[in-house]
């Protein structure tokens, strides 16, 4: 929905999760600014800096392994 159909909300988020082999959940999370306040960033883009961070946190767990 786009405009006055998309209601008042101030901004939208993502949250990602993945689990390991062994049963370890890893997450990842992001939002938006709300309107007026920094930077607007699409949807699009805020989803693939969340899948990026999600793998920069898989790869730091990879490590300790």
């Known amino acids: 929905m786009k405009g006055a159909n998309s209601g008042k ?6 949250s990602l999760i993945a689990e390991t082999t062994n049963g370890t959940f890893l997450s990842a999370e992001m939002a938006s600014n709300p309107q007026g306040q ?5 949807p699009e883009e805020l989803g ?6 999600l793998l920069e946190e ?8």
């Open 9 to 14: 909300s101030p901004g939208f988020g993502l």
């Open 38 to 42: 920094g930077t607007p960033i699409l």
């Open 48 to 53: 693939k800096n969340c899948a990026k961070l």
């Open 58 to 65: 898989i790869y730091r767990v990879s490590l300790l392994i």
